[in-house]
Structures are given as C-alpha cells and as structure tokens.
C-alpha cells in the first residue's frame, strides 16, 4: 500500500521548491502524493472548480481570479508530479490553511505532510503566528517545513 503525503503549496513561484522537496524525499511506487492548497474562504466562489456565470464573474472578479489562480496551481503540481512517476492527486478547498491542512491530513491518514515556512520577523510572529508551527502543533505525524519565500 502507498503511505500518503500532504504537500500543501500556496499559488507562489515558492511552491516549486515544496515540489522538489516531495521529489526528493518521496519515491514514486512507495508514496502516493496528495497536492493541497487552502484559499481564503471569502475567495471562494464554488466549492469545487466549476465555470463561473456571468453574473458571478460580475459580482465577484477578485474571488474569480483568485480561485482560478489556485486552480490552476494545483492542476500545475499534480502534472509535474504525475510526469515524475508519482500518484497524485490534488484538490483546492476554501477554508483557513490550517484546519484544512490538518483535516486533510487526518482524512488521508497521511504518514508526512510537506509544506512551506515564511520567515517572519518576531513582531510578525506575534502578529500572525506560523502556519507551520499551528500545523505542527495539532498533528501526530512528521512535518517536513521547506523554505516558501
């Protein structure tokens, strides 16, 4: 059986090193890698990609392109990690990074969860604490945190 492993990438150039980390560290044939990136719920205009109507387009052209943008980096990590070797599969979800990160985790019975770290300054730490420390703290399993910008 696979053992599942979470990357969870953003829709940044950063993303590409969490890819090369999976590469890295995962083989394919022992690994199957499930690809996740998380949007702002407020962002999110269909729960699962879809077309959007006129009238949402209208309404709604930041939340559009944002979801678009997530879309397509997600559709972009699974064609890089198909073409090397890897199952992969992957999926957007409107929800804060960290529930759905763990959630997603925890659904796959994930054996690692790979995803990036921004640094910030201490003020900045204390503002908005990491995603990555948050993560770290509520799962039972390896984290391995790679540079995301």
């Known amino acids: 059986?696979?053992?599942?492993?979470?990357?969870?990438?953003?829709?940044?150039?950063?993303?590409?090193?969490l890819l090369d980390l999976a590469r890295h560290y995962c083989r394919p044939g022992e690994h199957r890698l499930h690809v996740l990136l998380a949007i702002d719920s407020t962002f999110a205009v269909h729960d699962h990609p879809a077309r959007y109507t006129e009238q949402e387009q209208e309404e709604y052209p930041a939340a559009c392109d944002e979801q678009q943008l997530a879309e397509r980096a997600v559709a972009s990590a699974v064609r890089e990690l198909r073409a090397a070797g890897f199952d992969c599969q992957g999926c957007m979800v409107a929800d804060q990074p960290v529930d759905a990160i763990v959630a997603k985790a925890r659904e796959l019975e994930c054996g690692l969860i790979i995803m990036g770290h921004r640094h910030l300054s201490r003020l900045g730490r204390l503002l908005d604490?990491?995603?990555s420390a948050k993560v770290i703290d509520r799962v039972k399993v390896p984290v391995l945190v790679g540079v995301a910008g």
């Open 1 to 17: 059986m696979l053992q599942p492993v979470l990357i969870a990438i953003d829709a940044s150039p950063a993303a590409a090193a």
């Open 129 to 131: 604490p990491s995603i």
